[in-house]
C-alpha cells in the first residue's frame, strides 16, 4: 500500500513536471495568496522568452545563478559556500526557486526543501534552460502585487519588456532578492552599485560563453 502511494506520488510530480514544460502555469500559490493579501488580483501577464529583452535573460542569471548553464539544478560551489558562511547567503539555484515558485510555497520548512529537492531535478530533466529562465521571469515578484517581467517593466519604466535597457534589466535584477523593501524606480544608493554589478555580469557571461544554453540561436 505504501508502495503504491509513493509510487502515485511520483507519477504526479512527474505529470505536473512534464505539464509545465509545454504549458504556461495559470498562477502560483504565491500570487494567489498575496492577491489575498493586497485584496485584488496581482498585476501579471505572460510573455514569452523572445518578447523579453536579452540582456534581461542575462541579468537574472549574472544576478541569482551565474553558474546557471553549468549545473544540474544544484550549485554546489553556492551550497557550499552558504554552508560555510552559516546560511548568511542562499546558495538556491534558478532552478530550485522555480521549483519552489511554480510548485510549493515561501517559508522554510524541512517538508517543502524536501519537495523541492525532488522536484529540481525533474524541472532540470524536462524544461529546457530557456525555458526554466522564461517560467522564473514571469511568476518571479518584483514589487508588491507586481509578478512577472512584463508587469515589472511597465510598473517601474513605463516600458515593454523587449524594450528593457541593460541599466533597466540589471535594475530589476537586483531588486529580486528583495521586492517589497528594493524599488527599481528609485535606487537606493546600494541599489545602483549592485545593478552595476549585475550589469558588469550580463556582459560578462555573454562574452566568455555562460549564456550560451538560454542564448535564441
Same mark, same amino acid.
Given at each position: 500500500?505504501?508502495?503504491?502511494?509513493?509510487?502515485?506520488?511520483?507519477?504526479?510530480?512527474?505529470?505536473?513536471?512534464?505539464?509545465?514544460?509545454?504549458?504556461?502555469?495559470?498562477?502560483?500559490?504565491?500570487?494567489?495568496?498575496?492577491?489575498?493579501?493586497?485584496?485584488? =488580483?496581482?498585476?501579471? @501577464?505572460?510573455?514569452?522568452?523572445?518578447? *523579453?529583452?536579452? /540582456?534581461? &535573460?542575462?541579468?537574472?542569471?549574472?544576478? !541569482?545563478?551565474?553558474?546557471?548553464?553549468?549545473?544540474?539544478?544544484?550549485?554546489?560551489?553556492?551550497?557550499?559556500?552558504?554552508?560555510?558562511?552559516?546560511?548568511?547567503?542562499?546558495?538556491?539555484?534558478?532552478?530550485?526557486?522555480?521549483?519552489?515558485?511554480?510548485?510549493?510555497?515561501?517559508?522554510?520548512?524541512?517538508?517543502?526543501?524536501?519537495?523541492?529537492?525532488?522536484?529540481? =531535478?525533474?524541472?532540470? @530533466?524536462?524544461?529546457?534552460?530557456?525555458? *526554466?529562465?522564461? /517560467?522564473? &521571469?514571469?511568476?518571479?515578484?518584483?514589487? !508588491?502585487?507586481?509578478?512577472?517581467?512584463?508587469?515589472?517593466?511597465?510598473?517601474?519604466?513605463?516600458?515593454?519588456?523587449?524594450?528593457?535597457?541593460?541599466?533597466?534589466?540589471?535594475?530589476?535584477?537586483?531588486?529580486?532578492?528583495?521586492?517589497?523593501?528594493?524599488?527599481?524606480?528609485?535606487?537606493?544608493?546600494?541599489?545602483?552599485?549592485?545593478?552595476?554589478?549585475?550589469?558588469?555580469?550580463?556582459?560578462?557571461?555573454?562574452?566568455?560563453?555562460?549564456?550560451?544554453?538560454?542564448?535564441?540561436?
Amino acid at each position: 500500500m505504501l508502495r503504491r502511494a509513493l509510487w502515485g506520488g511520483l507519477a504526479v510530480i512527474v505529470l505536473a513536471v512534464v505539464m509545465f514544460s509545454v504549458l504556461n502555469p495559470p498562477t502560483t500559490h504565491t500570487m494567489w495568496s498575496e492577491g489575498l493579501r493586497i485584496g485584488e =488580483p496581482v498585476d501579471q @501577464l505572460w510573455v514569452d522568452a523572445e518578447d *523579453i529583452a536579452p /540582456v534581461m &535573460l542575462r541579468s537574472v542569471v549574472a544576478a !541569482e545563478d551565474a553558474n546557471f548553464c553549468e549545473h544540474w539544478g544544484f550549485d554546489m560551489t553556492a551550497i557550499r559556500a552558504a554552508i560555510a558562511q552559516g546560511a548568511k547567503r542562499g546558495g538556491s539555484t534558478i532552478s530550485q526557486q522555480v521549483a519552489k515558485n511554480v510548485y510549493l510555497w515561501q517559508g522554510r520548512s524541512w517538508v517543502r526543501k524536501a519537495l523541492e529537492g525532488v522536484l529540481t =531535478p525533474g524541472v532540470e @530533466l524536462f524544461w529546457s534552460k530557456r525555458r *526554466i529562465l522564461e /517560467v522564473y &521571469l514571469n511568476v518571479a515578484e518584483f514589487d !508588491e502585487g507586481v509578478f512577472g517581467v512584463e508587469a515589472a517593466a511597465r510598473h517601474y519604466f513605463g516600458a515593454g519588456p523587449d524594450e528593457l535597457s541593460p541599466r533597466q534589466a540589471a535594475l530589476l535584477a537586483a531588486v529580486l532578492p528583495s521586492p517589497k523593501k528594493r524599488n527599481a524606480a528609485r535606487p537606493t544608493a546600494f541599489l545602483n552599485k549592485r545593478a552595476r554589478s549585475i550589469q558588469d555580469g550580463a556582459e560578462t557571461i555573454r562574452r566568455d560563453g555562460r549564456a550560451a544554453c538560454f542564448e535564441d540561436t
